[in-house]
């Protein structure tokens, strides 16, 4: 029952429980003093690859970053 009862908050907000989640670390990760801060802004980069298929065959893969954060 415990995990029920922020369920309507960030619901009500009109959040993702993943939108809420990425605010708190965002939050978490500013209120840290350097050099912990800018060691945990670097863990925000992501990498990922994407194949386009055609013909029911993967394409060769694209490699992509990004930098996820929140304003």
């Not at 993943?18 to 939050?27: P, Q």
């Not at 990922?48 to 298929?53: A, D, L, P, R, T």
Request: proline share 6%; glycine share 2%.
């Amino acid at each position: 029952m415990a995990s029920n009862a922020a369920a309507p908050f960030w619901r009500s907000a009109g959040m993702t429980y993943i939108t809420y989640s990425n605010l708190c670390a965002n939050l978490v990760r500013n209120c840290l003093k350097e050099p912990y801060k800018a060691e945990a802004l670097s863990r925000e980069k992501v990498h990922y690859s994407i194949s386009k298929w055609a013909d029911g065959k993967p394409q060769k893969p694209s490699k992509h970053s990004h930098l996820f954060f929140l304003h």
